[in-house]
């Protein structure tokens, strides 16, 4: 009689410390989230018109198609671009394809262009 009796004990205690196992559990599967935070920063594709090109501050400004993927409209916008070497990669009035990626202060940089011989 006493020994059936304990069985549900330890069950009970089981499950009692069970119980802070699973939060913990729970607790690690949400810290793993940040590990694909990649995905809230994905790179962009897009296509534009290069409007002008600044060589020397590796900057573009660019006619941007719609960018549907974050909600843009068409509109003309400065582009830094990651690395100032793509600079040479176009020129005013070229039909461009181009990749971007939020940068460390929120604004997007180009991290590869090229011209997208449209015709
Ligand atoms: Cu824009």
């Known amino acids: 009689m006493k020994r059936l009796l304990l069985v549900p004990t330890l069950l009970a205690a089981l499950i009692s410390m069970s119980g802070p196992t699973l939060a913990v559990e729970a607790k690690h599967d949400h810290a793993v989230a940040p590990a694909t935070s990649s995905t809230t920063n994905p ?15 590796g900057k573009l400004v660019i006619d941007h198609d719609p960018i549907p993927a974050l909600n843009w ?26 990749e971007m990626k939020k940068g460390q202060k929120g604004a997007y940089l180009i991290t590869s262009i090229q011209p997208a011989h449209a015709h």
């Not at 790179?43 to 501050?57: L, R």
Request: glycine letters at 8%; hydrophobic letters at 50%; aromatic letters at 4%.
């Open 43 to 57: 790179t962009i594709a897009a296509t534009g018109t290069v409007k002008s090109v600044d060589v020397a501050k």
């Open 73 to 98: 409209p068409r509109m003309v916008m400065d582009f830094q671009l990651a690395d100032k070497v793509m600079a040479g990669q176009v020129k005013a009035g070229d039909s461009v394809k181009f």
